[in-house]
């Protein structure tokens, strides 16, 4: 809905109607204050509810909540909207809501939605969300960090405290953005939480239609990354394109192969984007990835080769838990490493001075 050029609704809602392989659609309530869950309503009128598995997504409060700017709307868990005690009312209004607008009884998956750190932490968060589940609004349940990339200790944690609520997460993941998404893997396997991995198409360059130089709109989400990141990826891309040719793999099927041959990543799910120009048209970026399935056909060579030329580690400020966090109080997206995270992370391996920091 903020990336490249608008396509109009018909057209939108028959690239999201399920069919000619794709079968799982994503939504969020927060995405347009609700518009979002109302455009694939409107994609699955009249399709049979058991040809596809929904996956919803709760947390911002655009009901009662005030915007503040690009930071967008508060989550539900922020003190100034409620306490504890309200919290299982919110998710309840919030999922019914949000299925009303999709015209379905139930989602496949609930993911709690870019969460605060009282959303990775907080019992009556996971309480109110699996009274939900039981109520039969959803069948599985999930976590999905956001909006930027990070959050690492945070999502270990909550697996730690909640893996036997959480069926699956959501990370970033990509062969430009290794890091720090690959940090949470061996947690996932440990609790057996299946991934979905976002930003696979990494802001468009593996769609091969984004090139140096390319003029992104005003409103598009992607003019708030760094000056160079199109050329940068692209001279990465020419250094994997061999790896691709080599299996018959256009760039975005190689990405996603890429993510499929991280044990427990199960979907995958690139921003699909229409281009100023129109050098290729949103509907051949969807047979792309609906030709794409599993398992990886990438060797574990390949998989350590193309992570090399993509690393990405140190490259940004992480969101969440991070080690140069200054302040006294916690942002709603960032906030310091206590005690319980410092043991946590040594539990993994992780040392956050010199895995969760940014150095380039």
């Not at 969460?115 to 609004?137: F, H, I």
């Not at 959501?170 to 062969?175: A, E, F, R, T």
Request: proline share 7%; charged share 25%; net charge negative.
């Amino acid at each position: 809905m903020h990336f490249g050029e608008p396509v109009d609704d018909d057209r939108l809602a028959a690239l999201l109607r399920p069919g000619q392989g794709i079968a799982t659609l994503l939504t969020a309530d927060t995405y347009g204050a609700g518009e979002a869950d109302r455009v694939l309503g409107r994609a699955l009128a009249g399709v049979s509810r058991d040809q596809y598995s929904l996956v919803g997504a709760i947390g911002h409060d655009f009901y009662e909540g005030e915007r503040e700017g690009a930071k967008g709307f508060p989550r539900f868990t922020d003190p100034r909207l409620r306490g504890p005690e309200g919290y299982a009312d919110y998710v309840r209004m919030a999922t019914e809501r949000s299925l009303e607008r999709c015209g379905v009884d139930a989602f496949d998956l609930l993911l709690l939605h870019n969460p605060d750190r009282t959303g990775y932490t907080s019992e009556a968060v996971w309480d109110a969300l699996e009274a939900v589940r039981a109520a039969g609004l959803t069948r599985m349940l999930g976590v999905a960090p956001g909006p930027a990339n990070g959050f690492t200790l945070d999502v270990i944690d909550c697996f730690e405290r909640f893996g036997d609520r959480i069926d699956w997460g959501m990370i970033i993941l990509n062969p430009m953005e290794p890091w720090p998404g690959e940090l949470v893997i061996p947690a996932a396997e440990r609790h057996d939480v299946k991934l979905i991995t976002r930003v696979v198409d990494y802001g468009g360059l593996f769609h091969d239609d984004v090139r140096p130089g390319h003029a992104f709109p005003r409103y598009d989400h992607r003019g708030f990354r760094p000056a160079g990141w199109v050329e940068a990826g692209n001279a990465k891309l020419e250094r994997m394109r061999p790896i691709a040719e080599r299996h018959g793999l256009t760039p975005l099927q190689l990405a996603c192969h890429w993510n499929l041959a991280h044990g427990p990543v199960e979907v995958v799910a690139p921003t699909l984007i229409e281009e100023a120009g129109g050098e290729k048209s949103i509907e051949d970026k969807r047979a792309e990835l609906a030709a794409v399935t599993g398992p990886s056909v990438l060797s574990a060579e390949e998989v350590a080769e193309l992570r090399a030329i993509g690393d990405n580690t140190g490259s940004m400020l992480l969101k969440g838990a991070a080690p140069d966090f200054e302040g006294d109080a916690p942002l709603p997206d960032r906030w310091g490493i206590d005690g319980p995270l410092t043991e946590l992370a040594g539990r993994w391996g992780i040392e956050p001075a010199r895995d969760l920091m940014k150095t380039t």
